[in-house]
């Protein structure tokens, strides 16, 4: 089992939409939590971090976070075809330091207009 | 404010051959991260250094090695290239206390013939 996991995807959502993104993870002692969103040739780019149960919001974006089912969302609302871009999921494990994580495969997502 | 800067940006290497990578951190940071990127997957974790010494190892073998100098900037080197050397090698940079985001380059695109 792989420690951290996407969707691939391409995930496909009308401008407009809800896009959801979905990660899980195997090791329980993990401990912080982030999405980063990569263009195309482009490098990541932080867009939420979370480190406690529930829900945090930053503008459009929702992050959810659930331990006891070793889970981690992000929501897209109003999808905009400028949000077209892989997103990747990223663990720090009990121990790592922050430059340590653990990156699952991404998902593409892509907004049509 | 100059963010992470690498350089160069892309390079062309035979297998066999060396290559050295290097890296500037964001103004205030001092600590280096360097992750290797596959077509298609995540970043994965090479190495992370602080006050010129390495201070976590991901699963990669000796023949990556790195540095760290006095102005903590910091240098990747790969000895023995293999094709599956081939990939974004990106570089990202943080503050002492673990909890800024890491911020990347842009990366370097190492494509070993």
Redesign the interface.
């Known amino acids: 089992q792989k420690e ?1 996991e996407q969707n ?1 995807g391409p995930l496909s959502v009308p401008e407009g939409a809800i896009a959801s993104l979905n990660c899980t993870y195997s090791d329980r002692v993990s401990q912080s939590f ?1 999405w980063y969103r990569q263009y195309s040739g ?5 867009i939420m ?1 979370i480190y406690s149960n529930g829900d945090k919001e930053d503008g459009r974006f929702t992050a959810q976070l659930n331990k006891a089912s070793q889970y981690v969302s992000l929501l897209i609302r109003d999808s905009q075809p400028s949000d077209s871009a892989t997103y ?1 999921c ?1 663990v720090n494990k009990l121990g ?11 998902t593409k997502l892509s907004v049509k207009p | 404010d100059a963010g992470v800067t690498q350089s160069p940006t892309h390079l062309i290497k035979t297998r066999g051959q060396q290559v050295t990578l290097r890296c500037s951190p964001k103004s205030g940071h001092d600590t280096v991260s360097w992750y290797q990127q596959a077509l298609g997957q995540g970043p994965q974790f090479i190495f992370q250094y602080y006050e010129e010494e390495e201070r976590q190892r991901g699963n990669f073998p000796d023949r990556f090695s790195g540095h760290q100098f006095p102005n903590y900037s910091s240098e990747l080197n790969v000895n023995a290239l293999l094709l599956g050397d081939s990939a974004l090698y990106l570089c990202a940079s943080s503050d002492r206390t673990g909890h800024s985001p890491l911020h990347f380059g842009n990366g370097t695109r190492l494509t070993v013939t």
Do not use: M, T
Request: positive net charge; charged residues 15%; aromatic residues 10%.
């Open positions: 951290v691939s982030f482009k490098s990541p780019e932080l971090s990747l990223a790592g330091s922050q430059g340590n994580l653990i990156f699952g495969k991404g």
